[in-house]
């Protein structure tokens, strides 16, 4: 559920986290996850099935998306502006960015996009999931983008157990020497809250990390989607 305290902000649950007050209700479960799958198929994978024109670093027009969904979807004729930037301002992973009326993923695409992301703040080691079958080609050739234009890397190994559950109930975690890719002029982007993204990750700073280094959470569930 999406709600919006009148001192706090945007928030996601029952209550404001901070002051414990209900606040405004601004959309249910349901619609949180309809609208969210929509804002990530079209700036991701699809624009032109909404007819929206994307520039070359992946921004659409808010007001556009808006008004291609409600045509599409006509009981959603109550979407605002302020219920994007909920949805942006309220996702737990950082998936999407806001600005001057135009909103992009930050990582994801399934297409060439120039996302000029920062690349300031890089943790010294990342995280990569693999499965069993391809952990020891991954470490020979390196890491190379598959259905993504970009290779993701994971902050945690958590974080990277997590993402790998989508694929395989017990994925191997690669550990990426991000510091000395970066020292020797490799180019890794800051995209969520947890993700980096590298155009490829070459063989030499790459580890397969023992099971008892990895930090496998509690709850991993099925698996998570980025």
Excluded at 125 to 145: H, Q, W
Excluded at 168 to 178: G, N, R
Aim: proline residues 5%; glycine residues 8%; charged residues 30%.
């Amino acid at each position: 559920m999406l709600r919006e305290c009148q001192e706090h902000g945007y928030f996601r649950g029952e209550i404001c986290p901070v002051c414990g007050a209900e606040g405004k209700f601004l959309m249910s479960d349901r619609e949180l996850e309809h609208i969210g799958r929509s804002m990530a198929g079209v700036l991701r994978h699809f624009p032109e099935r909404f007819n929206l024109e994307m520039d070359e670093h992946g921004w659409v027009d808010v007001r556009a998306f808006i008004s291609a969904m409600v045509e599409r979807q006509p009981r959603l004729h109550w979407l605002r502006m302020h219920h994007i930037v909920a949805i942006v301002e309220t996702d737990p992973k950082g998936r999407y960015q806001l600005s001057n009326g135009k909103m992009r993923a930050t990582y994801g695409h399934s297409f060439d996009v120039e996302l000029d992301l920062p690349t300031d703040g890089i943790p010294e080691r990342l995280y990569y999931p693999a499965t069993e079958e391809e952990v020891s080609i991954l470490i020979e050739n390196g890491l190379k983008p598959a259905d993504r234009r970009m290779v993701h890397l994971s902050k945690t190994s958590a974080d990277a157990y997590i993402a790998g559950r989508v694929r395989t109930e017990k994925p191997v975690i690669i550990e990426v020497d991000a510091s000395s890719m970066i020292r020797n002029d490799g180019v890794i982007q800051r995209a969520g809250k947890t993700v980096f993204l590298a155009k490829e990750v070459p063989p030499a700073y790459l580890r397969v990390m023992a099971e008892e280094e990895i930090t496998v959470p509690e709850e991993t569930g099925e698996g998570e989607s980025e």
